[in-house]
């Protein structure tokens, strides 16, 4: 009896061993650069747009062969340049409606994303190189921001004659629908590292202080490339 008990919690213990060997549950952080796609931040047919420190902190669980459950909280840095001078119209067009011409700020998101892994390590069999997941998922985002506005602006023969800027200090609260793609290396040890692409599409156009549309589709969007460190909580 005493050697059958003990050979039941053997087993028991390898079994549970081999499960938390397969488990995918992680926490993550990482850091890259980001822009974002706004009515007054860059002039995109050239080119011209900033690009800016991102980062983000992140948890998964596992959840089945092919799905995982994300929590993600991670920041962004914004500028909107300043890719359009003062005698240029929109911009006299954009103070006389009151919209900001130039902003710079952070903007600050969490959100819930599942994650479906397109080639999963297979129980039994060495693990693919490198593993591909996507996911889209819901969040809220927050940003602050200084931004200016031109007022009684006044273009004649091309030349900025007359106007003033007003300069304030704005917040905006949105939600937005993520969309990320990404791959990790399976180096089957406690460490990975992944690298993601992140896009953010936010539910209107008023984090940029510019809401009257000068791009091919309403919401502002937000996108960044990210290098992820993975540390596996039950490999």
Request: with cysteine.
């Amino acid at each position: 009896m005493y050697r059958l008990l003990v050979t039941c919690l053997f087993s028991i213990l390898i079994i549970g061993n081999i499960h938390a060997q397969k488990s995918r549950d992680h926490i993550s952080g990482g850091f890259g650069l980001g822009m974002i796609y706004a009515d007054n931040a860059g002039i995109y047919k050239y080119m011209q747009f900033k690009t800016l420190p991102a980062f983000s902190v992140a948890y998964s669980k596992e959840l089945s062969y092919k799905l995982d459950l994300r929590t993600t909280v991670g920041g962004q840095i914004l500028n909107s340049g300043e890719f359009r001078p003062l005698n240029t119209p929109v911009i006299v067009d954009w103070g006389n409606n009151g919209q900001a011409y130039f902003f710079k700020g952070n903007a600050f998101f969490v959100d819930l994303m599942p994650i479906l892994h397109l080639n999963p390590n297979e129980s039994g069999r060495a693990g693919e190189a490198v593993n591909y997941y996507m996911g889209l998922g819901l969040g809220g985002m927050y940003s602050q921001r200084a931004q200016r506005v031109l007022r009684d602006g006044l273009i004649e023969n091309g030349i900025f004659v007359e106007g003033f800027v007003e300069r304030s200090n704005q917040t905006t609260a949105t939600a937005y629908i993520p969309f990320k793609i990404g791959f990790s290396t399976n180096l089957e040890y406690e460490w990975d590292l992944a690298f993601e692409m992140n896009v953010m599409t936010v539910i209107g156009s008023e984090i940029d202080g510019n809401n009257m549309t000068n791009k091919l589709f309403y919401p502002d969007v937000l996108v960044n490339f990210q290098v992820m460190l993975r540390r596996y909580l039950r490999r």
